[in-house]
């Protein structure tokens, strides 16, 4: 990115708007624009970049706080859109799939908006510890904190399911 490579910067550009595509669950136009600002942000920080996490980590942080902005902006409530998402369902009974849906959509409701962000982190997107933290300015020995405590709320929520 630093020489200005346009191919590179197209990839990174793309990266970005199916990450917040998918993160946020926002249209295609305004993935594209959050896509192009956090691409554009990250060439004017670029000295700012130590490389103790992956370039893309450190790129999809920016990234997030554009779309924290722009939802604080518009006073969005921050959900994720996983729950949206069909689970691997053990039964092929519609009406089965549709109750465990339920379920995860109450236990993630029972996360505060920080707990579901960092639980997402970790479980959906696959961010290591070490990535979430640098994404959110908290210690590991935090995100690890709350990544538990989060999931123990789900388990609880969720029981025997």
């Known amino acids: 990115m630093r020489t200005g490579d346009c191919e590179v910067i197209r990839q990174l550009r793309s990266c970005v708007q199916v990450w917040a595509h998918n993160r946020y669950d926002l249209e ?7 896509a192009a600002e956090s691409v554009i942000a990250a060439w004017y920080k670029l000295e700012s ?11 999809i942080g920016i990234a997030d706080n554009h779309c924290k902005r722009l939802f604080k902006q ?22 089965d799939i549709a109750f465990k849906k339920m379920c995860v959509e109450e236990a993630l409701g029972s996360l505060t908006p920080e707990e579901r962000d960092i639980w997402s982190k970790k479980h959906v997107e696959g961010l290591t510890y070490d990535e979430i ?5 908290k210690s590991e020995d935090a995100i690890s904190s709350a990544v538990y405590r ?7 929520v969720l029981g025997d399911m």
């Open 28 to 34: 295609l136009n305004a993935a594209k624009d959050i």
């Open 74 to 95: 518009h006073k969005r409530e921050l959900v994720s859109d996983f729950a949206d998402r069909p689970e691997v369902p053990d039964t092929k009974d519609p009406g």
């Open 133 to 137: 933290a640098e994404l959110t300015g």
């Open 49 to 59: 970049y130590e490389g103790r996490a992956a370039f893309t980590t450190w790129l």
């Open 150 to 156: 989060a999931s123990k709320k789900m388990r609880e």
